[in-house]
């Protein structure tokens, strides 16, 4: 019974039931693996905060720019450096985001007729600022000071993630054992009141 069971299915399987069954099979495969990629943490250990991890609190929804801007392009291949766009964050407390007219030194002549570059200068004619969304998020209850630690040379990379390898970036909330497990290994402060002022 069994094996003749078996020889019917096979049967089908070679009239044409093969090829619906790989499809499912690949689509399967390929699912897999991009939820492998998904959770696969490139910084092995380390934690973003009770417990998760840093790439997968990276990994939070993606957010809709007004424009499409990528750090991979513009750091990674065309080598511009962060504190060219970010320029504040070692004398103040926020490091800045570029302004229109930042942008627009270099697209007046780099591909100005680009449809992301003609919103620019959109926003230019109208006179606003680019109503870029908020990716890197604390609660208005804390004190954050870019240049207590750009001082003392902690990397970007630290606190953002390598998002040199970004096309878009991906909202992320802080949490609190974040800030205490760095400030512990560094000796930083850990009185409340450094950061809840
Ligand atoms: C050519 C200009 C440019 C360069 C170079 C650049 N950025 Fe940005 N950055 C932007 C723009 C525009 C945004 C806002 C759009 C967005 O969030 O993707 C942004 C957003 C960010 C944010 C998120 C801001 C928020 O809302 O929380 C961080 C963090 C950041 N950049 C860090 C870096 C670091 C680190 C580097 C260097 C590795 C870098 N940037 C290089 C233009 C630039
Ligand atoms: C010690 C952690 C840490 C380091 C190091 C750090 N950042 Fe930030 N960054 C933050 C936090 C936290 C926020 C959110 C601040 C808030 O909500 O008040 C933020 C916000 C930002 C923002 C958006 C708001 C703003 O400040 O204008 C930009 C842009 C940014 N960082 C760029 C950079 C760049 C560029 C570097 C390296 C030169 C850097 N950061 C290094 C933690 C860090
Ligand atoms: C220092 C020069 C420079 C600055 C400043 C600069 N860019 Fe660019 N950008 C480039 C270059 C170079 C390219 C690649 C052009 C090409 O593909 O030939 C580019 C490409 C782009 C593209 C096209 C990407 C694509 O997918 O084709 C967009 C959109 C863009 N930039 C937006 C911005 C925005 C927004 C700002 C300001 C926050 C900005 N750029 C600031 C040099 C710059
Ligand atoms: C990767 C390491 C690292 C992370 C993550 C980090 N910090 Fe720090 N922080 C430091 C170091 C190092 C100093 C010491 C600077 C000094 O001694 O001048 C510091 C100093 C500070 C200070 C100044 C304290 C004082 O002495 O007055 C504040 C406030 C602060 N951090 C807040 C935060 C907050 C909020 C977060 C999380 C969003 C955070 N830090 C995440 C390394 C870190
Ligand atoms: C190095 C910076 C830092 C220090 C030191 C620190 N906190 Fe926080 N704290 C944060 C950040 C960032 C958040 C917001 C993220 C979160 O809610 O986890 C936060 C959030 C909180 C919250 C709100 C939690 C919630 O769920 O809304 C409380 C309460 C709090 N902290 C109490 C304390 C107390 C008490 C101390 C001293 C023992 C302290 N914090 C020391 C950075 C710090």
Wanted: net charge neutral; proline share 5%.
């Amino acid at each position: 019974m069994r094996i003749s069971a078996g020889t019917i299915k096979a049967r089908r399987l070679r009239g044409g039931a093969w090829g619906p069954l790989m499809v499912i099979l690949f689509a399967g495969t390929v699912l897999a693996m991009l939820y492998g990629i998904y959770r696969y943490p490139i910084h092995h250990g380390r934690t973003y905060g009770h417990g998760v991890r840093f790439n997968q609190a990276m990994f939070g929804p993606r957010l809709e720019q007004p424009i499409a801007f990528s750090h991979r392009l513009h750091v990674t291949d065309k080598e511009i450096d962060c504190y060219y766009c970010h320029p504040y964050g070692e004398r103040s407390l926020n490091a800045g985001l570029p302004s229109v007219d930042k942008c627009l030194g270099c697209h007046e002549y780099i591909i100005p007729e680009h449809e992301e570059i003609l919103k620019l200068k959109q926003y230019r004619e109208e006179d606003e600022l680019i109503p870029w969304q908020r990716v890197y998020y604390n609660p208005d209850h804390v004190y954050f000071p870019h240049f207590r630690h750009l001082k003392k040379n902690v990397a970007c990379t630290e606190c953002h993630g390598e998002l040199e390898r970004a096309d878009r970036l991906h909202q992320v909330t802080f949490y609190m054992g974040f800030c205490i497990d760095c400030h512990q290994e560094k000796n930083a402060s850990l009185e409340c009141t450094a950061c809840h002022q």
